[in-house]
């Protein structure tokens, strides 16, 4: 029993330090944040965007056998100055998750910003594109902002942290080798 416990621990201690120098080598390219546009036209600043290189054929796999998946998307929205001075108008976090169901043969995607339309389809290239694009968000009224002041977006995507049950962190130990967590992207406009 002892003998186990040792060469448990001894596992445990090499993944530890061989995860994070086999995790980079593994992720590939890293996932970012691109085609930024922000609207100030109408009656609404609106936002829109995608993020690049987030799916891996290792959470594609993950996905087919049924594992729940979330981005995690946070924006901020603040008027310009030095860092402890900025006015924030805006600090949210949006979530969408995806699920495999095997017996449909269909994923099934919800969107924060979208509670009552979770949406389905066959084509997982399709649900990888609803996964990973902000479309047209409205963020603040634009009456809210002072005209030709300078405002900025901050925007930032990760994979929501995998919460499984206490054997099955075991099991699926490697999980974390397909994780990723983009740089803040900002843009600056003026209303």
Not at 74 to 98: A, C, M, Q, S, W
Not at 147 to 163: C, D, F, H, P, W
Not at 173 to 179: A, G, M, Q, R, T
Request: hydrophobic letters at 45%; aromatic letters at 14%.
């Amino acid at each position: 029993m002892i003998k186990k416990f040792f060469l448990f621990l001894l596992w445990s201690l090499c993944a530890l330090f061989i995860e994070p120098w086999t995790a980079p080598a593994l992720a590939g390219t890293k996932a970012e944040i691109s085609e930024v546009n922000v609207v100030t036209e109408g009656t609404n600043v609106e936002l829109s965007f995608s993020i690049v290189n987030c799916f891996t054929p290792k959470m594609e796999e993950a996905i087919e056998n049924g594992v729940p998946t979330t981005f995690r998307i946070h924006v901020v929205l603040e008027k310009t100055g030095l860092p402890y001075l900025r006015e924030k108008f805006l600090d949210i976090v949006l979530e969408h998750t995806i699920k495999y169901d095997r017996l449909k043969n269909e994923y099934r995607v919800e969107l924060l910003e979208h509670p009552d339309h979770p949406r389905t389809t066959k084509d997982i290239e399709e649900a990888k594109e609803w996964m990973s694009v902000i479309h047209e968000l409205p963020l603040l009224p634009l009456w809210r902002m002072q005209k030709g002041a300078t405002y900025q977006i901050r925007m930032k995507a990760e994979l929501s942290k995998v919460n499984l049950p206490l054997f099955f962190r075991y099991v699926f130990f490697f999980v974390s080798l397909w994780d990723f967590e983009t740089d803040w992207q900002k843009v600056t406009f003026s209303p």
